[in-house]
């Protein structure tokens, strides 16, 4: 599967990924983790931390209605896998994030910019677990 080289979309998502987690971290002291996010709102303290935990997902289920809003499409969405193998990703996902103390985000982009030694080490393991996955998925079980 190719994927479109989109240097200007990419750079432009990076960039206000990039601005939210400098702003959170401002703001409120907190790291731009998603599941870190997610799971302090499902097992928040107190309602001040609910309420911005919530503020930000409902930003992130929000944001394909506004990229249609100011460009007229859809984002494309191409998702070649049953909604059980999502289902079960997204279970795997969850644990591998518990277990690292933190996801791809948290650690890629709030981590190394705080070069944080946890970070350091999880990051490149990311990386080459999805390297090694992908080779995998499609070169020796052909998928």
Known sequence: MET???????????LVIGLG?????LGLGRILGATGIMSGLVF???KEEAAWRLAMVVGMVMAPGLIFGLTGTMPA?????SPTMIVIGGVIVGFGAS????????HGVCGLSRLSVRS????????????????????VFGG
Request: hydrophobic share 55%; proline share 6%.
């Open 77 to 81: 969405v191409d998702v070649p896998v």
């Open 120 to 139: 350091l080490a999880a990051v490149p393991t990311f990386m080459v677990t999805a390297a090694l996955t992908v080779f995998l998925i499609r070169h």
């Open 99 to 106: 277990l690292g103390s933190g996801c791809t985000s948290g």
């Open 21 to 25: 987690a400098v702003f959170l971290m």
């Open 44 to 46: 928040a303290d107190n």
């Open 4 to 14: 479109d080289f989109t240097p200007f979309a990419s750079f432009g998502g990076g």
